[in-house]
């Protein structure tokens, strides 16, 4: 068994005993009440799961773990000479709910470099695909394609004790994790630099060892990179790509088909998507524009000119927060620490001041504010990945962090097949005794 299972399984048994005590004592009490608009609008505010790892709070954004995003920057540990986290530790942290050593952090590095062999028949499978898929559509095949490796999948089939399911599920899940950057750099050289593929470096932490993989050995990319795998990671359960691997995984799918529904959902312009979309839209500013600097009041009309399209503004807006993202700010700290003049960056804070009034003035869009998809871009553009339809698939990567450790504690905690209630609009409008007139 490895440390870091060694020192779950303590844990979880704990905590699993914790949580069936409390559902055995507070069970009947109730949570609060719902209206008939957030059933029809996406749930909003509904408290329907349990996720250990982070917590979404609307004005001050994302803790995991209680923690937040300029607490972890100063408070996990780094590679050597680095500055910004190593996101082997905020997966240690929501795994294990407690700030990792850096111990803890590179015993994480060991163990996924030696798990981190992709099976050749992924490989081919990608390369059966036509050049014009997208790479989140690879992604995700490429995921499913791993699945034959599932070692849950092979267990159940033979039979096991629901108690173990965890254990299976761990071993998927860290192996999965260990195999992405590889999967998703395989899917970049294929695609942007003529199939021209560059082996992982064992001595490289996760992060650093996918910058090296897509071709970026610069110190600099790798900071980038490892802020940028660690910020992704999670953002409570209810989004889509945290619900859907969840609910997926609730069917006892095993964590490669899981992550993959996660990802699908990932891929949507309204959720990851909207970091691609966020590079198009300003590009196609420019380009509209002749090129250059735009001045506010162009930004301003190129705003306008979007909604009334009927379009949205990528990047910004959110479903829970209400206020800036703490994810753009870091990201914007990393601009002014580390790059200090960018066009592309300098047009991102000039979006920043102009859009949210013009957004407020709608009197619709609850949140005026950016998201974390309104910097990342811009900052890979800097370092030279300019492949916006790629931006997605980093997301992904970082992702798994978060809703692999949600799933591995989901199998801890036995929680069942999840399957919500719903309504006709017809029942519904009877509850209320709505007459429908007779046309
Ligand atoms: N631009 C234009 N219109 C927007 C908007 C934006 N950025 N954000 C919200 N709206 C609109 C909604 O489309 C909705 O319009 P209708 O009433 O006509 O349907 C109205 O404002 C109210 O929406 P809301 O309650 O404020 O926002 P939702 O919770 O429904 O949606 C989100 C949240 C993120 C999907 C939305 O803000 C959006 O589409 N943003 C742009 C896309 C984006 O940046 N997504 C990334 C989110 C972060 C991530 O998951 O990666």
């Known amino acids: 068994m490895d440390r870091l299972k060694e020192k779950f399984l303590k844990k979880a048994t704990v905590e699993a005993d914790n949580v069936k005590q409390f559902i055995a004592q507070y069970g009947e009490q109730k949570l609060g009440e719902y209206n008939v ?27 995991f773990r209680g923690y937040t995003i300029p607490e972890l920057r100063e408070k996990l540990p780094k590679a050597p000479n680095g500055t910004e986290p190593l996101p082997e530790g905020i997966f240690y942290l929501m795994l294990m709910g ?131 795998l660690t910020i992704h990671v999670d953002h409570e359960g209810g989004n889509v790509s945290a619900h859907t691997t969840h609910l997926v995984g609730s069917a006892l799918s095993d964590p490669y088909l899981s992550f993959a529904a996660g990802m699908n959902g990932l891929a949507g312009p309204l959720h990851g998507l909207a970091n ?30 979007t909604l009334a399209e009927g379009r949205v503004v990528p990047g910004y807006g959110h479903a829970v927060l209400r206020k800036t993202d703490p994810r753009f700010l870091a990201q914007q700290d990393f ?7 960018d066009d592309l960056c300098e047009i991102v804070q000039m979006i920043y001041e102009v859009a949210p009034p013009i957004l407020q003035s709608t009197g619709k869009i609850k949140n005026p504010w950016p998201n974390v998809d309104a910097h990342s871009g811009v900052l890979l553009t800097h370092f030279g990945i300019v ?5 997605t698939v980093l997301f992904g990567v970082s992702r798994s962090l978060g809703v692999l450790a949600s799933l591995i504690w989901d199998r801890v905690l036995g929680f069942p097949i999840e399957r919500p209630g719903s309504m006709t609009t017809e029942a519904l409008q009877k509850k209320f005794g709505v007459v429908k007139a007779v046309s």
């Open 37 to 63: 608009a957030q059933v029809y609008q996406g749930m909003r505010g509904m408290v329907g799961l349990i996720t250990e790892t982070s917590k979404l709070d609307p004005e001050e954004g994302i803790r």
């Open 98 to 228: 407690e700030l990792p050593s850096q111990e803890d952090v590179d015993d994480i590095t060991n163990n996924w470099a030696r798990r981190s062999i992709v099976p050749r028949h992924v490989f081919d499978t990608l390369d059966s695909l036509p050049a014009n898929t997208h790479p989140m559509t690879e992604f995700s095949i490429g995921a499913m394609a791993m699945q034959t490796e599932s070692l849950f999948a092979a267990a159940y089939k033979k039979g096991i004790n629901k108690k173990d399911y965890w254990d299976y599920v761990y071993e998927d899940s860290m192996n999965l994790i260990a195999r992405l950057p590889r999967l998703a750099a395989y899917i970049y050289r294929r695609k942007y630099k003529n199939n021209e593929h560059i082996e992982p470096d064992p001595k490289l932490d996760w992060a650093a060892n996918l910058a090296h993989m897509m071709g970026y050995d610069l110190f600099d990319v790798k900071r980038l990179m490892r802020l940028y």
């Open 276 to 305: 691609q979309e966020v590079l198009s839209w300003i590009m196609e500013l420019k380009r509209e524009l002749g090129g250059g600097l735009p001045t506010k009041e162009q930004i301003a009309d190129y705003i306008k000119k």
């Open 335 to 341: 601009y002014k620490r580390y790059i200090k003049h």
């Open 387 to 391: 492949e916006n339809d790629f931006y």
